[in-house]
């Protein structure tokens, strides 16, 4: 009963909520999370198209990391039968889709907002507000709510039934890579933006689906094919055929991992145009690091038998299965001329495949047995979808029906994609290279594309432990054991001998559980792996890092965490200490380990010199093409020109310091070649020694300095 008691609860608070007067929001209007490894943004209309005019964008996972978007584009639509409209008129079928076309024609937004637990951290690198770009994520502050946000979409629609989509998002560390998504459907009559009640009429067989395709993933794209972006090379698995026989049952950390929930999720699968194996998207041309190790889908967790009967119905979704991403019914102007569409929309969103484009066949075996090639299944070049539809209901004015749902991404950490990618990319050059290749779960083979694919695999179970945890979060009514909050302010300092760190108390370090902070550290770029560096107990507030090194960049977050006393019964996760969001905390500026500035025009260093390409990796870490000017006056113009004498780039030193970076990159972002370079240095300020007030250079002075490119 408490999870039926939850669900009731939720539907009671969403009403109480709900605006007392209702206001039109535009249809581009979003609300994007961004506090777990999964992030991603949300529409207004109630629906969401990933396309920003320059890529496909959203679902990104790992979120640390650039390119990892998964999203194209979820196709929704609605229907009912036996429909009588405001005028009189008679329905067969009345059905839409869910776009930013039919805003303000077939259906109404009147709410998005975020809400948050807490106010989101300040992160501030040399002054610098880092967080301020993402001020207007959230809306309001709710302290009393479970999930870290709680993004709420209301929209009426011209059938006079009203969808509110809440979606629920975590930062607890076992729990971040999925959302959770509660859709009630109520009957109130509404047919605009306004509060006034047009209908009064039972919705009959209603029916409500989804066409979803992800591009698994947009680096992927890089390895696998362009069209991968928009996931032409996607199939789908199923999983949950059997879920009417294991319902009662209850996932445990014994067994963590189970294929009776229901779900779809998609894969990279293979391109015609690719001479290799393309499973994983290895990067053939570089390390052979795996590019494409997402698996993302839908996990199907509550819906509700009817109005009367909120427990849970196993024989839904009514279809669960795949369907051709460019093939359904256009509906166009939605009118009484378009009955016939709308029949067929009708048609599809009971589980009829439109033009027979579809199907519940798991592509697992189509993969291995048959056809490689995901599209040629359909010949439709946009793809497969994830499939999924909900009812018939009947609906009488004022009732609801609720189901909920989980969507997830996840995969080969980056860590693995590395040693599994390179080391298949070495035998792939090598054809006298038999391995032998060890196996997930012990084993061996001589086929680096066997090793390579078993080990891809992998991110199957991966997405069915994430969307088991989901369920187990819904089971316990979403009551998991939490982490403490992050401190409210981080601040990180380059300084002249050490990067400070410092940070305000969190908001947790009065709980009796509360154990510390921890700083994690990356070198040469934001993207990488983070290690940990300094562990502290409640009290303390700073950390100076002396182990920085002069040149490099660096990259950290912060975290609190407790001694895993809230977290022992392994009910809804592992047990054990838990740890605030890193994304709270994440730096995306460097700092960096600053000297003073050169005493002398005389001291100018430049490092490395020569350059030499071929020791990029025992130069700066991460940053390949970088080259540091040190030593130099604390205000200066560096002019830096080729032998001959062209000027290819100005940079003008401002902070104070005596070193400063280059990226290698002329003024017009072309990379320069080998050749001998020369760098002019010229004081814009007289400057005095900080100490004994001793002039040290005139505005005026200048130096000129020659180093080597080799590439």
Not at 277 to 288: A, E, K, Q, W
Not at 517 to 525: S, T
Not at 625 to 639: E, H, Q, S, V
Not at 653 to 661: I, L, Y
Request: hydrophobic share 30%; charged share 20%.
């Amino acid at each position: 009963m408490k999870r039926i008691t939850g669900y009731l609860l939720i539907i009671l608070i969403l009403f109480v909520h709900m605006p007392e007067s209702a206001a039109q929001v535009e249809s581009s209007d979003t609300r994007y999370v961004r506090i777990g490894y999964l992030q991603s943004h949300f529409t207004a209309y109630g629906s969401e198209r990933a396309w920003n005019n320059s890529y496909y964008e959203g679902l990104r996972w790992p979120a640390d990391y650039p390119y990892t978007d998964n999203a194209v584009i979820k196709r929704a639509w609605v229907a009912c039968k036996n429909f009588k409209d405001a005028s009189g008129n008679h329905w067969d079928y009345l059905g839409f889709p869910f776009t930013a076309g039919q805003v303000g024609e077939t259906v109404f937004p009147v709410e998005l907002k975020q809400t948050a637990r807490f106010e989101p951290p300040v992160v501030l690198v040399d002054g610098t507000n880092i967080t301020a770009p993402y001020a207007g994520d959230v809306d309001e502050i709710d302290p009393d709510q479970i999930p870290d946000r709680i993004v709420t979409n209301i929209v009426n629609t011209s059938m006079g039934l009203t969808i509110n989509r809440t979606i629920y998002a975590f930062s607890q560390q076992y729990h971040d890579s999925y959302f959770i998504k509660i859709f009630t459907l109520t009957n109130t009559g509404n047919i605009d933006y306004d509060d006034d009640i047009e209908l009064n009429n039972t919705l009959e067989g209603i029916r409500i689906g989804w066409g979803i395709r992800y591009s698994v993933s947009r680096e992927g794209s890089f390895a696998i094919g362009s069209h991968q972006s928009w996931g032409k090379y996607s199939w789908v698995s199923i999983r949950g055929e059997d879920y009417p026989q294991h319902a009662d049952e209850k996932i445990t950390e014994d067994n963590p991992i189970v294929d009776w929930i229901r779900c779809c999720f998609q894969w990279a699968g293979q391109s015609e145009f690719n001479t290799f194996d393309n499973i994983g998207g290895p990067d053939v041309t570089g390390t052979g690091r795996l590019r494409a190790p997402q698996h993302a889908g839908i996990a199907i967790l509550h819906v509700d038998k009817s109005a009367d009967d909120n427990s849970d119905d196993p024989q839904q979704p009514s279809t669960l299965g795949w369907h051709a991403g460019d093939t359904y019914p256009s509906i166009g102007v939605v009118s009484l001329s378009a009955m016939g569409a709308m029949s067929r929309l009708y048609d599809m969103v009971s589980g009829i495949p439109y033009q027979g484009a579809g199907g519940t066949d798991d592509f697992w075996e189509s993969y291995h047995e048959s056809n490689p090639v995901p599209y040629t299944v359909h010949n439709d070049g946009g793809g497969t979808n994830v499939w999924i539809n909900y009812g018939p209901w009947d609906l009488e004015p004022g009732e609801s029906v609720t189901f909920v749902e989980a969507e997830a991404v996840n995969g080969l950490d980056r860590e693995m994609c590395e040693q599994i990618g390179v080391r298949w990319k070495q035998a792939h050059d090598d054809d006298n290279d038999k391995g032998p290749f060890e196996l997930p779960g012990g084993g061996t083979t001589t086929e680096e594309d066997e090793y390579k694919n078993a080990w891809f695999y992998t991110g199957r179970d991966s997405i069915l432990q994430v969307f088991g945890r989901a369920k187990r979060n819904v089971d316990a009514d979403y009551q998991i054991p939490q982490p403490p909050q992050p401190p409210t302010v981080f601040e990180v300092n380059s300084g002249g001998d050490r990067i400070n760190l410092s940070w305000s108390p969190s908001p947790s370090e009065d709980g009796p559980d509360f154990a510390g902070y921890k700083v994690f550290r990356a070198i040469g770029r934001k993207d990488t792996t983070y290690d940990e560096i300094y562990a502290c107990g409640p009290g303390v507030t700073s950390f100076d890092d002396l182990t920085a090194v002069r040149g490099f960049s660096y990259y950290y977050y912060l975290v609190a965490f407790n001694d895993g006393s809230n977290n022992t019964s392994g009910d809804t996760n592992p047990t054990g200490p838990l740890y605030s969001g890193r994304f709270y905390t994440q730096t995306t500026e460097p700092a960096y380990l600053r000297r003073r500035a050169g005493t002398s025009l005389d001291a100018i260093r430049v490092v490395p010199n020569p350059y030499n390409i071929k020791a990029k990796d025992l130069q700066y870490t991460g940053e390949p093409d970088k080259i540091m000017f040190l030593n130099i006056p604390a205000y200066c113009t560096i002019r830096i020109y080729t032998e001959r004498g062209d000027l290819i780039q100005t940079i003008e030193h401002t902070d104070g310091s005596g070193d400063e970076a280059w990226n290698s990159v002329t003024s017009s972002r072309q990379v320069i070649v080998s050749g001998v370079y020369i760098a002019h240095f010229e004081v814009t300020e007289d400057f005095n020694d900080p100490d004994s007030g001793e002039l040290l250079y005139r505005k005026g002075d200048t130096a000129f300095r020659k180093f080597i490119i080799i590439r």
